[in-house]
């Protein structure tokens, strides 16, 4: 950004204005005439007086964009993880093919053009749970290209804690990695531009956040502050590792703590970067979700959370949910306020015009306006970006080319039971069963099921064929398969903890392989949404008193995602990791010539 004219300077170029203006016109008329400098404002355009001189209008647009949930997607991400739902006045709607990093980047460098006041902010996940060109190096290619498109600050997600705090501190200070060193030789990586904001997780021992709280962004005497928090319940879906010696505290109690700091310390506009969402009632990335009312077209945690922050906060920037909005929910001095997420996987960014009072240092509530946009493909592709994603996958592609296996059709990872969520369990109890003959079932959880298998050939592969780099983007946690012990009624508890407790008013459905089934029954309430007698194995009515060998993920084996009981398991024995036990599941039973077909995902009969 050009930096402004002293005033020295601009009194020596009003002299010139005037001598080169005299007998012709006065300097009035002459400026009048004059057209706006390029990239001027309005409101900078308005305030010009003779002779060129700015003085800054009581009112400056600054525009916020922001996005959140990138997980690692520098490529377009493909099948319906790239695309999104666009409806239209008619109420017809339409899919849109969109993301990757390279449109990413010129959608974000063409909406800047022309707003001298602009800042860039995201709402955690930027990392984790990443496609192999990322996750195979620990996710530095990520932190490069979010460097050069400019990102000025974001919150940490939960996913940011993937591979623990000490990792998350690398990324952002920079280093190469303490085990698989420097991927380039002779280059260090450098870490982040932008800070991680991490107000609400504090190490244990000290009790200080491990990361910036807060930060501040300045232009020309605009001052607006943001802070960044994760959900509480990080601790609840991210392994035990990830977050040892760390504590995640409440999200309203922390921003209203910051934003008091930051108005003791004259920041009034201040912006919440929150790594928690909510579920507009349209899939559709533009629907108005204040209609009817305020807040009444979104539900979900985020709703709660917006209406305790403290109205010192102008707005909320939120994610973790990859769903899309730009609604408004009254903050609790009753006035509206704006809370948005743009999708995931980079499909969506949001511009948000937030109005800055200079005589009062706040954002003027009334004139905030704000659309989520898609990151479409028919832009030219940003060169630099090409260039990093070009180097990153040439030191790849000895790893990410391999063959692992071949499918006959796409096989999603969508709906309360998946086909690629029954091939995963299934891949598992095989795994299992190489562990120990009398492994009698597998249970998956669906969040660590990242994207689908798709048919059509990506680059040179051909049709059908599943790659080592497919299946990562799949399972990219290297969780290990695990075998635990359980009774008959441990293992109708764990059935019913999909839909109590911690998962009661969000559903986590655990994918089942082959030979469980049962009823899950929407339309009662509690424990009893699992049809207790409906739970059988290969036909046979589950026995309470009786052991049943299980096969799990490394994650919910420690009682990930709300499932307490699956951590209560005994005769342990770890497997290989899961993505070994996927890849060695698809090349025993699929070829070129055979390949594998999508499973029927008919084993959970769902009433609703």
Request: hydrophobic content about 35%; overall charge negative.
């Amino acid at each position: 950004m050009s930096a402004k004219p002293q005033p020295h300077q601009q009194r020596r170029r009003t002299r010139r204005l005037i001598a080169a203006a005299a007998g012709i016109a006065t300097v009035g008329a002459l400026i009048a005439a004059l057209p706006a400098a390029a990239g001027e404002t309005k409101s900078e355009a308005k305030s010009k007086k003779p002779g060129g001189y700015n003085k800054p209008s009581r009112y400056q647009d600054v525009q916020l964009l922001s996005f959140n949930d990138l997980h690692g997607n520098l490529e377009p991400p493909s099948g319906s993880s790239g695309r999104v739902t666009e409806v239209h006045e008619d109420g017809h709607t339409e899919t849109i093919d969109a993301g990757g990093v390279e449109y990413l980047a010129t959608h974000l460098r063409q909406a800047r053009k022309g707003n001298k006041y602009s800042v860039t902010a995201a709402g955690g996940d930027m990392v984790g749970a990443s496609p192999l060109i990322s996750g195979l190096f620990h996710d530095e290619p990520t932190i490069e290209a979010l460097n050069k498109l400019d990102l000025d600050v974001t919150s940490v997600g939960n996913h940011e804690f993937d591979e623990g705090a000490k990792e998350l501190r690398r990324l952002q200070k920079g280093g190469c990695h303490p085990t698989d060193g420097c991927y380039v030789e002779g280059k260090k990586f450098k870490g982040a531009d932008f800070p991680y904001l991490a107000a609400n997780v504090l190490d244990e021992k000290t009790k200080k956040p491990i990361l910036k709280p807060y930060w501040v962004w300045k232009q020309n005497g605009v001052k607006v502050g943001f802070i960044g928090v994760t959900l509480e319940d990080t601790p609840g879906i991210v392994s035990a590792e990830g977050v040892k010696g760390l504590k995640f505290k409440d999200e309203v109690e922390t921003i209203n703590k910051y934003a008091k700091l930051l108005e003791k310390q004259g920041v009034k506009s201040v912006v919440a970067l929150i790594h928690e969402g909510g579920f507009p009632a349209s899939t559709a990335y533009n629907y108005d979700c204040d209609s009817p009312g305020a807040g009444d077209g979104i539900s979900g945690p985020i709703v709660d959370i917006a209406k305790n922050i403290t109205p010192k906060v102008d707005a909320l920037v939120t994610g973790h949910t990859h769903t899309a909005y730009a609604c408004t929910i009254n903050d609790p001095s009753g006035r509206p306020r704006t809370v948005t997420s743009a999708a995931s996987f980079g499909r969506l960014y949001t511009d948000t015009t937030l109005t800055y009072d200079r005589r009062t240092g706040d954002i003027a509530r009334t004139a905030v306006d704000s659309a989520n946009h898609v990151v479409t493909r028919d832009v030219p592709k940003a060169a630099d970006m090409t260039e990093l994603i070009k180097k990153w996958n040439t030191l790849a592609a000895p790893i990410g080319n391999r063959a692992i296996g071949h499918i006959s059709a796409d096989i999603p990872a969508t709906g309360t039971e998946s086909p690629l969520g029954d091939l995963i369990a299934d891949a598992q109890l095989a795994h299992g069963k190489e562990l120990d003959p009398e492994t009698d079932l597998a249970l998956m959880n669906p969040g660590g099921i990242r994207t689908g298998l798709t048919f059509a050939a990506k680059g040179d592969e051909g049709d059908g064929v599943v790659t080592f780099a497919e299946g990562f983007a799949v399972q990219p946690f290297a969780n290990t398969v695990n075998l635990q012990d359980f009774t008959g009624a441990q293992l109708v508890k764990v059935l019913q903890e999909q839909v109590t407790g911690a998962n009661a008013a969000s559903p986590k459905v655990l994918q089942v392989s082959s030979g469980l089934t049962y009823t899950l029954d929407l339309t009662k309430t509690g424990a009893d949404r699992v049809v207790a007698d409906s739970v059988k194995l290969n036909g046979a009515a589950i026995d309470p008193a009786a052991t049943y060998r299980v096969a799990t993920n490394s994650f919910l084996a420690g009682g990930g995602d709300g499932f307490t009981t699956l951590g209560q398991g005994t005769n342990d024995v770890v497997g290989s990791d899961d993505l070994t036990a996927l890849e060695k599941y698809l090349t025993a039973n699929s070829s070129a010539t055979n390949p594998i077909s999508p499973p029927a995902a008919d084993r959970i009969t769902v009433v609703q």
